[in-house]
């Protein structure tokens, strides 16, 4: 089964900020693994291939944190 890469840049202003991005994600069914780093504002998610890169946007948005920007395997995408 092959998986997504998919990236996001979050505003994160507190390790509280950053903790709620990765509860999140770690409820998420289908991520394989995350990093979420308050020092470089990002959110490096990689799932199975049945989770769209919507999905996870949807989940981090849930957070009230503002995304500015996000990737999916490499390719710019809307947020």
């Known amino acids: 089964m092959s998986e997504h890469k998919y990236r996001f840049n979050v505003t ?3 390790s509280g900020c950053s903790g709620a991005v990765e509860r999140v994600l770690k409820k998420l069914d289908g991520v394989k693994s995350y990093d979420v780093s308050l020092d470089t504002q990002t959110a490096d998610v990689t799932t ?23 990737e999916a395997d490499g390719s710019p995408m809307s947020v």
């Not at 919507?54 to 920007?69: A, D």
Request: aromatic share 4%.
């Open 48 to 70: 199975d291939e049945s989770l769209s890169y919507e999905q996870v946007l949807e989940k981090i948005k849930k957070t009230g944190k503002t995304v500015n920007s996000g």
């Open 12 to 14: 994160m202003t507190c």
